[in-house]
């Protein structure tokens, strides 16, 4: 009986079950230009920091773009959308470029 009054208090409070399904929704992908897209938003608080990485396969291996910014969002789906708008942003700037020094991983 206690463990239930916990779960419930948990819900309250922000922990518990809700956290698992926060989780599970916190890494989402799309692809852009040959690129694929992970938004990767890091809780902070109450808050999402944008944070993300870019994936591009060349010459059949995965180079990899880290990114991650101040911007900072009150829930997890509007840092999930921007950190993908920010993606597309870092692509289309960069261009051949972002991938051209054949470093298997880096920050963008």
Known sequence: MASFFSRIGSLFSGGGAGEGRENEQAV???????CIIFAEPVKEGAQYRLQ?????????ETLTRTFIRADLFSSQDEAIEWTFRKGKQIIDQNGRSLFSDGAKSRTA
């Open 28 to 34: 989402k992908s799309i692809v852009h230009e040959d």
């Open 52 to 60: 993300g990485r870019i994936e591009k396969e060349v010459n059949d």
